[in-house]
């Protein structure tokens, strides 16, 4: 009986939708390439994230200058995940928050 709930076919899953900005997709692939046109706005707001898990407290607005120079280094790199959270542990708001 326990195959046959979890034979591993299950409901089909509609992966389409809209951004809020607006911009309709119909699978991972068409929102991969949406995300890949705004690549520097996914990285700040990556940078963003990881920042306040680590650190416990959200990013005010006098520290958003500290993560846009921390995009900027990794901009240069090609945003790699690697060099990302490398930098977040370097720098200034996660060692002083």
């Keep these: 009986m326990f195959s046959k709930i979890f034979s591993g076919k299950g409901p ?3 992966a389409s939708g809209v951004t809020a900005g607006g ?5 991972i692939a ?5 995300l890949l046109e705004r690549e520097d706005q996914v990285a700040r707001h990556l940078i963003s994230r990881l920042l306040v898990y680590a650190t416990g407290a959200e990013i005010q607005f006098a520290d958003r200058e500290q ?19 490398h930098k977040v542990v370097q720098s200034e708001l996660f060692r002083n928050k």
Excluded: H, M, N, Q
């Design 23 to 27: 911009k309709a997709f119909s699978g």
């Design 67 to 85: 993560v846009e120079v921390l995009a900027e280094k990794v901009r240069k790199k090609g945003y790699p995940l690697r060099t990302i959270i």
């Design 12 to 14: 089909r899953v509609d």
């Design 30 to 34: 068409e929102y991969k390439e949406l």
